[in-house]
């Protein structure tokens, strides 16, 4: 687990700790020092927490003039034990919406497994972005089956293109113009 690390080719274009709007501003990070783990497992210090003890994540991108933001995570999405959920809406994506966001790109090649409880979380995510949306990219199969039977898929967009998307080729405006396209395609 400690080899894999987030996204680092756009650091050039945005770096969350940088960034005064973002829940990890001003956080200091170590190459050397691995603190955070998932169960026994040392997880590369780049990832940020935000409450959860398995499920960590990254902000790669954020532009508040077109109103999204590509998030990494790593680990396993536990909303039945120790409501992750809570954690993300109330600690990351609420500080995001106040400051305009209202697009999400979720990364989820490297979750592991999500356990879900209800839906209340996501209910206030969706109603909170109005016109925006949440699109889950690369999520594996029994991930997203695990939503499925959660009934999150009102909530979140994924399937089709989504499932299986090269998103490293693109920089965060063609992934954005991307995703948007898909989407439009999607509702129209």
Not at 143 to 167: K, S
Request: include cysteine; aromatic fraction near 18%; hydrophobic fraction near 40%.
């Amino acid at each position: 687990m400690q080899e894999i690390e987030p996204y680092y080719i756009w650091r050039d274009l945005y770096r969350s700790e940088d960034d005064q709007n973002s829940p990890f501003f001003e956080r200091e990070y170590s190459e050397f020092e691995f603190s955070n783990t998932i169960y026994n497992y040392v997880i590369h210090p780049q990832w940020d927490e935000f409450g959860s003890p398995t499920l960590y994540i990254k902000i790669l991108f954020a532009d508040y003039h077109k109103q999204f933001a590509v998030i990494e995570m790593l680990g396993e999405w536990n909303d039945a034990v120790t409501n992750d959920i809570m954690f993300l809406k109330r600690d990351v994506v609420e500080l995001l919406i106040e400051n305009g966001i209202s697009k999400f790109i979720l990364i989820g090649e490297n979750v592991l497994n999500f356990h879900s409880s209800d839906d209340c979380y996501y209910e206030e995510w969706f109603q909170d972005i109005d016109e925006g949306w949440i699109v889950a990219v690369n999520f594996q199969e029994h991930v997203l089956e695990e939503f499925r039977r959660a009934g999150i898929d009102y909530y979140l967009n994924f399937g089709g293109e989504f499932d299986n998307m090269n998103w490293r080729k693109f920089s965060p405006m063609q992934l954005y113009a991307q995703v948007q396209t898909l989407i439009q395609h999607r509702l129209g």
